[in-house]
């Protein structure tokens, strides 16, 4: 079966540290794959999808990037954090018509 | 202008009421359709997909509208445990991008 795993969990990081979220999927071959930014009390922000490795698209500019250096690997980077990067990010997989979402990263920016 | 629009709410209703939401799509090459449920501080979960013909799964109905743009979910009998913030999804592109509603809570209360 398909799983999906994302760490860590919860992370606080000072303004202006680097980041770096790290997202593998297992039992599944070619998937697209997802980063979300859920606000407090908002909705999901796609923020990067990726068809393919290498293949990274960008929804909204902002102070963050994407790489996918294999199949089932996605990351999550900054390079100086902003305040306004809090938040909880969800990375996700689908084939088809499916999207399976990790268990999350709850990042404070302080 | 949003993909994806749907009332925030709160929704509280008591236990066994029947309680309905909308959700307002923009982008009529949206090709497929699903609600989603999250719980507090947790990962999104695939409730159902959401048919044009709609399609019923237990106390759970859902319905497609495609000449007025809309999606929307009933939830009949509720239950105590049906409290959770209900998100409305699409996708466009050739189903690679899951667009993702800002939620609508519901509280269903004794």
């Known amino acids: 079966s398909q799983t999906i795993h994302q760490w860590p969990a919860t992370l606080v990081q000072p303004v202006g540290s680097p980041l770096s979220l790290e997202c593998t999927v297992e039992g599944t071959s070619n998937p697209n794959l997802y980063w979300y930014r859920q606000a407090a009390g908002r909705g999901l922000q796609l923020l990067f999808y990726?068809?393919?490795?290498?293949?990274i698209s960008s929804e909204v500019p902002q102070n963050l990037s994407a790489s996918r250096p294999q199949d089932r690997q996605f990351i999550l980077s900054s390079k100086k954090l902003l305040l306004s990067d809090s938040g909880f990010y969800l990375c996700a997989w689908s084939v088809k018509l499916e999207a399976f979402f990790g268990q999350g990263t709850r990042l404070t920016v302080v | 202008r949003k993909e994806v629009e749907q009332d925030p709410g709160p929704f509280n209703v008591p236990e066994g009421a029947t309680v309905a939401f909308n959700c307002t799509y923009s982008?009529?090459?949206?090709?497929?359709f699903f609600w989603y449920r999250q719980d507090c501080r947790k990962e999104p979960k695939l409730l159902m997909s959401v048919y044009s013909s709609g399609n019923e799964d237990g106390r759970f109905t859902a319905q497609l509208n495609r000449a007025s743009q809309y999606i929307s979910l009933l939830i009949r009998d509720s239950k105590l445990s049906d409290s959770a913030t209900y998100l409305c999804?699409?996708?466009?592109?050739?189903?690679?991008?899951?667009?993702f509603g800002s939620g609508t809570k519901l509280n269903v209360k004794p």
């Open positions: 999804v699409v996708t466009v592109y050739n189903f690679n991008k899951f667009y």
């Open positions: 990726s068809v393919g490795i290498g293949q």
């Open positions: 982008n009529s090459a949206s090709q497929s």
